[in-house]
């Protein structure tokens, strides 16, 4: 079954659960962290408030968590339960869950300041969906028709298979009766199929039956099960108040007969207000749930209330849920709307749009996405990474209303900077110098032995590695680092030469600025790249170098041979840190560049972006978000110029001013 | 007949009159507004920020003084807010569970929670930055976890941002004055075993922080700086006492920001729970 079921808001605070079996905190958190913070499943942002079905479910090690969402209150909804079993009625189970939460106490969330939700009496509406589900399930001969869709007609069936028991009741012996209510009891726990209610599998009808099979049936006492035979009827006929007030007197009438006390009287002025409540749609969820609280403070004998509770809860939560699908279903139709109508909507939406408090829609929408993601689109980002920040950022505004004085293209302004912030910074600090330290110069009391901390770079031909090399050679340099360089490109004609010149350069600035040591450690062409660079690392543990930068042959991202020996590479060379080079100038390719780049490490992956020749696209610095949106890896450095000392710490807020900035140069 | 006269003198179109009518205009609701806009202000309680890395106990902490029991929680996205009410002279005064005293003056407070995950920091530096009537910030952090090399890291990289915006913000002199805002480091979790006490806690973060500094300033410059103002930024970009050996917190009184480090559990029982905390928030709130 269930391990926990969670409702969560979106701060952090969980307002409801129930726990069937411990789950480490850490499962839900790292939940929440993937699907939500990381988007590492794509963008499902709090989206548009959709069914667990439709949403991807998450695993973790042995669990699955199925979940969904209310956007505009900002609650989370999440049942865990193990991977092995199949549940197929879990989502059912989690969105008929949100529908009722959120009726009932959907108020309650929108208070400001405050993250106290009175909701204790959930339980028992939790209790009524867990049992009707599992029961429906267990016994779905038929396709199991959701209880939601004929509330009218499944009234109607629980009427014509109750109703005569009740009066007979009333006028005949008590004897005859109570055996007449064993019997139902017996036929119900036996036999399901030959009843009126169980033609539809999972009509409220069948929630009767299930609740009935809930008590302990055998050992009721004489009261309880009088008192369960007569009360459905007054709640479950839904017609007409009069005639519930009618019967409710006829029961108080049989309690003069002795047979019950006071508490059956409470008992039976509870459910036909109860039912009252259900009946009429504008009682506000407050007053339902009060009308718990009642019962469960009054003290009547267990057995029997916990059958009334859960017979009441099944016709509230029934009634519930076909208002919510009936108001779902709603909105499509009502959209046709006069010619006058949509004239008078027009003319107020055009000055809501100026003065704000407009309520956005679709429409409002698409045409001023459509401006947005063409403006991504010329800041070179790449289709793909625009339409998935475009759809975020809908999906996030859909159904919000602008604030005062603000239009909605400033919105979506302000959405998509908050969307771009969130994709670009980085879920840990990014000091490359610290990281060093803590692994050359590990503290005294860590048990790890100091080597040297090893930095590989990649990338495709051209695109800057061993010149960016030599930029992070000289920053290194600069804090008196020893740097051994390695050639680790034995490929290409005059690349170990190139290298050779960077490190003669690099030695002469800093003999004269003061500073580390590099020395480059080479073995010619021709020979494995993986080989060399893991004598480099063991020369460079044995000869007390602090880091050891490995250049790398450039090769094309889809050329499956040259790639498939990066693998070799990461488990010879265990670099701390690969970095991959990507141009700022390249366009739609990036994405597919970063996508196979980080694949190609087996088990390790990229750690860091360094996006080179940024001073030659002026603010069309689209290609970092491309790779960002591609691999989720963060971008280091940024290469703005020729010289070694053109390098720069990548910060978030200027490239998004960049991308937002309405001048294409 | 005075009444007559000054009928007379008030439906005669001379000037003064002209003049005083086209005063009440326009004076009249200007001064309504201003009444009104001042009012407004006045009402805006005072705000107290709650900053830390992820898992340190924010939000646990904010529904401890909410409802006196702290709820279970997860991670956070997004930033929540609560009214509370402090007092420094009632009876119960030392207490969160303060819902019931009438004794004494209660100022209602504003407590904002924010997210600790990475990607979410800008939300808490958003509040950081507007937040108007910020009055003080604490800054929990998760004393038991504190001696893995990691989370001491994350938490002074994230303390340190925190610290560097308060000072740049106290050393821009170009603003209208504004209140300096004190911080509370709250060692959380101190009821677990690996808990370090609160004078480990202090030097831990300041020995952290002395690194970070070093390291920051060896650092590239970010993206986005002109080579023109390096030199200005240098100085700025450095905490606390400039070119000083070791950072420690007394450095940033230089900049009227106190740091206190005090130690609590959020579910630990008496004595060790957050009536300290507490008391320096009720203090902080009652001195602005």
Known sequence: ?665 | MAFADILEALLTPSLPILALGILIIIGAPLLLHIALASSSTYITPPTVLLLGPLASGKTSLLTLFERGTPAETHTSQSTTSVELNASTDADSKQSFRNHDDTSGTHTKFILVDTPGHGKLRNLAFGKLERAETLKAIVFVVDAAALSEQDVLSTTASYLYDVLLLLQKRAADKSKTKKSVVPVMIAANKMDLFTALPATMVRTNLEVELTRIRATRSKGLLDSGVGMDDVGSEDQDAWLGEYGSEKFSFKQMQEFDIDVDVLPGSITGEEGTGADKWWWWIAQKIANA
């Open chain 1, 1 to 665: 079954m269930l391990d926990t079921f969670e409702i969560l808001t979106t701060s952090g605070v969980v307002l409801w659960s129930r726990t069937y079996a411990a789950v480490n905190p850490s499962v839900i958190n790292n939940f929440i962290a993937d699907t939500f913070i990381e988007e590492k499943s794509g963008p499902v942002s709090l989206r548009e408030s959709q069914s667990a079905s439709t949403n991807p479910a998450y695993k973790s090690d042995q669990h699955t968590l199925k979940w969904t969402t209310v956007k505009e209150l900002g609650v989370i909804f999440v049942v865990v339960y193990r991977s092995l079993l199949h549940l197929s009625w879990v989502d059912k189970l989690v969105d008929n869950i949100k529908t009722i939460f959120v009726s009932l106490y959907g108020e309650q969330l929108k208070k400001p300041h405050t993250t106290l939700v009175e909701c204790a009496g959930f339980d028992q509406y939790f209790d009524q969906q867990v049992n009707e589900l599992d029961k429906t399930s267990a016994r779905a001969n038929g396709p199991p028709v959701p209880n939601i869709e004929e509330p009218g007609n499944s009234g109607n069936v629980i009427d014509s298979g109750d109703a005569p028991a009740a009066p007979g009741l009333t006028y005949r012996g008590r004897a005859l009766h109570n055996g007449a209510g064993t019997a139902d009891v017996a036929s119900t726990e036996s036999t399901p199929v030959p009843t009126p209610g169980t033609s539809r599998p999972s009509t409220p009808g069948g929630s009767n039956l299930v609740v009935g099979k809930a008590g302990p049936g055998g050992k009721l006492s004489r009261r309880a099960r009088k008192a369960k035979s007569t009360v459905p009827a007054p709640v479950s006929s839904g017609d007409d108040i009069s005639k519930k007030a009618a019967k409710g007197k006829k029961g108080r009438k049989w309690d003069a007969d002795g047979f019950a006390d006071e508490e059956d009287d409470v008992q039976l002025d509870y459910s036909s207000k109860n039912a009252l409540n259900s009946d009429s749609e504008a009682e506000a969820p407050l007053a339902r749930s009060s009308a718990v609280d009642a019962v469960d403070s009054s003290t009547w004998g267990q057995q029997s209330k916990g059958k009334f509770v859960l017979r009441d809860l099944g016709d509230e939560v029934h009634d519930i849920l076909a208002s919510a699908q009936k108001s779902s279903s709603t909105p499509s139709d009502a959209k046709s709307t006069g010619l006058l109508n949509t004239g008078v909507s027009a003319v107020t939406g055009l000055f809501r749009n100026v003065v704000g408090g407009k309520t956005l829609t679709k429409s409002d929408l698409d045409t001023a996405m459509k401006g947005m993601q063409d403006h991504l689109v010329r800041k070179n980002v790449a289709l793909e990474a625009a339409l998935r920040l475009c759809e975020g950022v809908e999906k996030e505004l859909l159904g919000v209303k602008t604030g005062s004085f603000e239009s909605i293209s400033s919105r979506i302004q302000s959405a998509m900077e908050a969307s771009l912030t969130k994709m670009l910074t980085p879920t840990s600090s990014l000091d490359l110098l610290r990281d060093i330290d803590a692994v050359t110069k590990p503290g005294v009391t860590s048990l790890k032995k100091p080597r040297p901390y090893v930095i590989s770079i990649v990338g495709v031909n051209g695109v800057g590695k061993s010149t960016n090399l030599s930029k992070i050679c000289y920053f290194l340099l600069q804090n008196r680092y020893r740097v051994l360089i390695a050639a680790g490109d034995t490929f290409r004609s005059g690349a170990v030469e190139q290298l050779a010149v960077h490190v003669r350069n690099l030695k002469e600035l800093t003999a004269r600025e003061g500073g580390g040591e590099v020395d480059l450690y080479q073995k010619g062409y021709g020979k494995d790249a993986a080989t060399v660079a893991k004598d480099a690392v063991t020369h460079a543990a044995s000869s007390g170098y602090d880091v050891v930068l490995i250049d790398t042959a450039g090769r094309r991202h889809n050329d499956q041979r040259l790639m498939s020996s990066l693998e070799k590479f990461a488990k010879f060379a265990q670099p701390d840190k690969i970095l991959m080079v990507g141009e700022a100038l390249v366009g739609t390719d990036s994405v597919a560049q970063a996508r196979n780049f980080n694949a190609a490490f087996g088990t390790a992956s990229l750690d860091g972006f360094i996006i080179s020749k940024c001073d030659t696209v002026g603010d069309m610095v689209g290609t970092l978000v491309s790779l960002v949106h591609a691999t989720n890896v963060p971008v280091l450095f940024v290469g703005v110029g020729q010289h070694y000392s053109d390098l720069r710490n990548f910060s978030v807020k200027w490239a998004v001013e960049k991308l937002l900035s309405s001048s294409t140069s």
